[in-house]
T-cell receptor, first 113, second 113 residues
Framework: KQEVTQIPAALSVPEGENLVLNCSFT??????LQWFRQDPGKGLTSLLL?????REQTSGRLNASLDKSSGRSTLYIAASQPGDSATYLC????????????FGPGTRLSVLP | SQTIHQWPATLVQPVGSPLSLECTVE??????LYWYRQAAGRGLQLLFY??????ISSEVPQNLSASRPQDRQFILSSKKLLLSDSGFYLC????????????FGPGTRLTVT
């Protein structure tokens, strides 16, 4: 059974720092991996989707990498801003789970001005 | 462009009362639809998913049920709410098949008293 973990559970950084969020999954048989952000009391906003054949995806200050063989993905945020404060979740779509995703518990990020 | 709606946004219901949460998607056809629950401080739990009208799959046995009366409408129901049903309910959609992103609605905050 696929399990997804995210380390750290919470992170606090000063504004302007570059930072890395980690996502690990136990089974490398996945179609893709998706990163989301969630603001308090809100739904999830899709940030990046990486297909299993890809190594990374970039959107603005965000860069997500995928190492499927080792079961790891990282989300790199450059020049962090207070507006980046949110919970970041990763989700994988296993090949043996139909069209469903398995989510990690999230990393709560605080960027201090 | 596609839009996903959920209502109500918040709901306070007594134990033993019925429940009906609604989710609709605009701007797409034949989507996969999902209901998730997010309890305080915990990850997303997949409750139900649907690949077509009248086709519902349950991930977690409980006192909740789901229905899909129309292509882009997904309803979450209960005949008698329990205290443990409190949480944040999120509806999501994804294009059928392929390797696509999942998109989330704004959520419904349910408090059972």
């Amino acid at each position: 059974k696929q399990e997804v973990t995210q380390i750290p559970a919470a992170l606090s950084v000063p504004e302007g720092e570059n930072l890395v969020l980690n996502c690990s999954f136990t089974d490398s048989a996945i179609y893709n991996l998706q990163w989301f952000r969630q603001d308090p009391g809100k739904g999830l906003t899709s940030l990046l989707l990486i297909q299993s054949s890809q190594r990374e995806q970039t959107s603005g200050r965000l860069n997500a990498s995928l190492d499927k063989s080792s079961g790891r993905s990282t989300l790199y945020i450059a020049a962090s801003q207070p507006g980046d404060s949110a919970t970041y979740l990763c989700a994988v779509r296993p090949t043996d789970y139909g069209q469903n995703f398995v989510f990690g518990p999230g990393t709560r990020l605080s960027v201090l001005p | 462009s596609q839009t996903i709606h959920q209502w109500p946004a918040t709901l306070v219901q007594p134990v033993g009362s019925p429940l009906s949460l609604e989710c609709t998607v605009e701007g797409t056809s034949n989507p996969n639809l999902y209901w998730y629950r997010q309890a305080a401080g915990r990850g997303l739990q997949l409750l139900f998913y649907s690949v077509g009208i009248g086709q519902i799959s349950s991930e977690v046995p409980q006192n909740l049920s789901a229905s899909r009366p129309q292509d882009r409408q997904f309803i979450l129901s209960s005949k008698k709410l329990l205290l443990s049903d409190s949480g944040f309910y999120l509806c999501a959609w994804m294009p059928q098949g392929g390797f696509y992103e999942q998109y989330f609605g704004p959520g419904t905050r349910l408090t059972v008293t």
